[in-house]
């Protein structure tokens, strides 16, 4: 069993800049797949980024793509995703989430990742 538990989040403005962590405890030894995703009010949970915990593969989602930064620390099983310039559109519940499969090809589908944290709230004021 593997439990997350996220940090960070709030409220920005837009143009500023947030940072969100999340800690894996429990069984994490192993190349797994981690993800953030979120989910807007009325919307679906959507793709932002994903890394293996060794940080070697690391992928974005097009609408974040050079100003989200996701990393990892491999030896304390957490990952981070540095925000920045950040937009009103950005406003969402951010969720990281693992797949201890290390399914790295199916990176972007919500499905496979079996642990999911408690979920942040970020929100950018216009």
């Known amino acids: 069993q593997v439990q997350l538990l996220e940090s960070g989040g709030g409220l920005v403005q837009a143009g500023g800049s947030l940072n969100l962590s999340c800690a894996a405890s429990?069984?994490?030894?192993?190349?797994?797949?981690m993800g953030w995703f979120r989910q807007a009010p009325g919307k679906e949970r959507e793709f932002v980024a994903a890394?293996?915990?060794?940080?070697?593969?690391?992928y974005y989602a097009n609408a974040v793509k050079g100003r989200f930064t996701i990393s990892a620390d491999n030896a304390k099983s957490t990952m981070y995703l540095g925000m920045s310039s950040l937009k009103a559109e950005d406003t969402a519940v951010y969720y990281c989430?693992?797949?201890?499969?290390?399914?790295?090809?199916?990176?972007?589908?919500?499905?496979?990742?079996?642990?999911w944290g408690q979920g942040t709230q970020v929100t950018v004021s216009s």
């Open positions: 429990g069984r994490t030894n192993g190349n797994y797949v």
């Open positions: 989430a693992l797949d201890s499969r290390g399914r790295w090809s199916s990176r972007f589908n919500s499905r496979i990742y079996g642990y």
């Open positions: 890394i293996t915990l060794s940080g070697v593969n690391f």
